[in-house]
Every structure is written in structure tokens, then in C-alpha cells.
């Protein structure tokens, strides 16, 4: 571990506001979250009644990217906005293919921290760590993981469903440019974002409420969404609707049909 038990039992968790990762939880039907996660969660719901099935199409692509990487002969994996645990975890389905398979997560959320020892039940031969950082420190996140992983091999950067709470004024696109200037041919980022293209006002209404609450979303374009995979090699079928991203590798999502889920996936290759 990277924090003394007693740290762990030490973190104050604000409940004044919601957080992303306890909404998150609250939308997969977890029990760590607050009343004022849940009124913010119902008021999405009214916005979007799909939230909740957003919420597990972005965990399920997880689950399919991370067992698509493990099979192509990924051993690293590096995951920032972890959230609050629910199995199975991004170490669970990569130890099941690769049991020595070596997995650092990090998060901001205090909750998070309280719940990681649910996260660092490796396989014997693997290792499973955690880091308590925010994606805006990304040296202190680089140095942290270097502690468990091998940055001269392939490292997967793992960044599903975080960059829309990061807007363009702290500097999303700088930040996935510097964590992956530090890993080395080889390397993937696995990312999904939520996106205002297909539902622009139901979007608008939604930042506008978040926003008034202390939470920023920055929803972008495929486009925009695009720009952070510059200058990697994207996986087929490249930028795709995110339940639409190889669904061959995982379970359908219970409540899913053939509707556009409004977010993105993508997987590129550091050449």
C-alpha cells in the first residue's frame, strides 16, 4: 500500500457536494454514496434516463478493452479514475488471462482510499497497487506507479469515463500527452468519454445543473474526443460509439438496445 492503514481510517470525505466517482456508485446500485450524490444522480435521470446504463456501458467496455489488451500481450496496466470498487475490477479480468499481470489505480475521491484494500486482492503471481492522486498531478502519478511497473514495457493507460470532468482550461489534452510521453513503445490508452453530440440540449441542461453543484463536465465532440489519440495507432474499429466497440469480447448490458449510447470509446497503440 502506498498509505498507512491509520491514513486510510484518517480521509475526510466532503458530503457537502457530489462527486463523480459516489454518483458513478450510485448509478451501478452501490451503497457508497451520499444523499447529495443521489439527488444529483436523480436529477440526471430526469434529464437522461440512460444514465445508469451509460455507467455500465462505460464499465463494460473497460472489462472488453482491458481483456482485448491482456490477449494481445499487455502485463501493465496503469488505471487513473478508478472509482469506488465494483467487481469485477480492471486487475480481475486482466489476472484471468494473465495471472502475473501488474495493475496500479488511482484515484482523487477519499472513499475511493477507504475502499482499496477491495482493489489490491491480486493473484498470488500479479501485483495490484493503489494511488491516491488527482490526473492533474501527472508527475506524481508517473512516480507512484514507476514503484510497480516496468516503464521500459508496455504500459496501458487506462482513462474511462474521467477526461469529461477535466475541461480544456486545466489542460485535458496536455495531461494524456504528458502521461504517455512517459510510457514507452507499445503502449495503449483505453479511454470513453460522454459526449453532447446526439443529445445537445438534454447535454447543455445537464453541465449547467452539474455545474451550479461544484461539478465541471466538459461533454466534447468525436472530434474533439479524437484529438486525444493523435499520434497513436487506433485500434479497429478506431473512435466508436462505446458499447459498439468490439462487443464480441464482452456481455451485453442489461437495459441496452440499439439506441446511440452518447459517449465514445477508443483504443490507440503508442508506435
Known amino acids: 500500500m502506498t498509505r498507512q492503514d491509520a491514513d486510510r481510517n484518517a480521509v475526510e470525505i466532503d458530503t457537502s457536494k457530489p462527486h463523480p466517482a459516489r454518483m458513478y456508485d450510485w448509478y451501478l446500485g452501490g451503497k457508497d454514496n451520499y444523499p447529495v450524490d443521489e439527488e444529483m444522480g436523480r436529477q440526471m435521470l430526469a434529464l437522461e434516463p440512460r444514465v445508469p446504463v451509460m455507467a455500465r456501458v462505460n464499465r463494460a467496455f473497460m472489462h472488453r478493452a482491458t481483456r482485448w489488451l491482456a490477449q494481445d500481450g499487455v502485463r501493465q496496466f496503469l488505471d487513473i479514475g478508478t472509482g469506488i470498487p465494483t467487481e469485477p475490477n480492471l486487475h480481475q479480468v486482466a489476472q484471468q488471462i494473465a495471472p502475473h499481470a501488474r495493475v496500479v489505480y488511482c484515484d482523487n475521491d477519499p472513499i475511493v482510499l477507504a475502499h482499496a484494500a477491495a482493489l489490491l486482492r491480486s493473484t498470488p503471481e500479479g501485483v495490484t ?91 466534447r465532440s468525436r472530434e474533439e474526443f479524437g484529438r486525444f ?25 442489461p437495459g441496452q438496445d440499439d439506441g446511440v449510447i452518447p459517449g465514445y470509446g477508443a483504443v490507440g497503440r503508442k508506435p
Not at 502519478?141 to 510497480?148: D, L, N
Not at 489519440?229 to 448490458?253: S, Y
Open 229 to 253: 489519440f493523435d499520434g497513436l495507432q487506433l485500434v479497429e474499429p478506431g473512435v466508436e460509439v462505446v458499447h459498439r466497440w468490439h462487443p464480441e469480447l464482452g456481455e451485453p448490458v
Open 129 to 219: 497497487e493503489y494511488l491516491q492522486a488527482d490526473v492533474r498531478e501527472p508527475a506524481a502519478i508517473v512516480e507512484g506507479a514507476r514503484r510497480v511497473l516496468d516503464f521500459t514495457r508496455p504500459v496501458a493507460l487506462s482513462l474511462v469515463a474521467l477526461l469529461h470532468f477535466v475541461p480544456d482550461e486545466d489542460g485535458a489534452h496536455e495531461l494524456v500527452d504528458r502521461l504517455l510521453a512517459e510510457l514507452p513503445s507499445g503502449s495503449y490508452l483505453m479511454m470513453t468519454h460522454a459526449t453532447g453530440d446526439f443529445t445537445p440540449e438534454e447535454s447543455a441542461a445537464a453541465t449547467e445543473k452539474l455545474r451550479a453543484a461544484g461539478v465541471t463536465l466538459a461533454l
